[in-house]
């Protein structure tokens, strides 16, 4: 079973992923409490983040690629259906990093600094989310998306 997860903890999240997205793409997002009932079927992204100091652990982001394309052409200013792969893959790589380092300003003590890996892109179908110990699920238009973040490190900061 899960822990709860501390409001502030939640909190810190939601501003990251409301800033990245509304400042990167001018799109606003809602937070779900839980995850949508109706999952998104198709194909999504999936970049995972390694995070290696002072928290070892990993950050995931799940999003349906109807959704990041749509994100992808307002950042580049291009029809949806025309992006590359590679493009998807840039904005998604850009989006975790920016959510992993304004949350981990947000959750560490003030003036720590904090080591991030590369993320790495994986495309398949929509499947559930790997049980994980903490999740947030996000609306942003009429697409959702997923954070997760693994590894038993991130205790450290449900107990803070």
């Known amino acids: 079973m899960r822990p709860e997860m501390p409001a502030a903890l939640s909190d810190a999240m939601h501003e990251a992923v409301g800033a990245t997205l509304e400042n990167m793409a ?8 839980e995850p949508p009932p109706d999952p998104t079927s198709g194909k999504v992204f ?11 652990g990993e950050l995931c982001l799940v999003m349906p ?3 990041l394309r749509e994100i992808a052409a307002g950042i580049y200013g291009a029809p949806a259906e025309e992006l590359e ?6 904005i998604l790589n850009e989006m975790l990093n ?10 560490l003590p003030h003036n720590q600094t904090f080591d991030l890996g590369i993320p790495k892109i994986s495309e398949s179908n ?21 954070l997760s973040a693994g590894g038993d490190a991130w205790r450290r900061l449900i107990r803070d």
């Open 26 to 33: 001018f799109m606003e997002v809602q937070p779900l409490r």
């Open 46 to 56: 999936r970049a995972d983040l390694l995070v290696h100091h002072p928290i070892a």
């Open 65 to 67: 690629e109807e959704l």
């Open 85 to 90: 792969r590679g493009k998807l893959c840039d």
């Open 98 to 107: 920016t959510i992993a380092g304004l949350f981990l300003s947000r959750v």
């Open 126 to 146: 929509c499947q559930p989310l790997d049980p994980t110990l903490l999740q947030w699920h996000f609306r942003a238009d009429e697409g959702c998306f997923h």
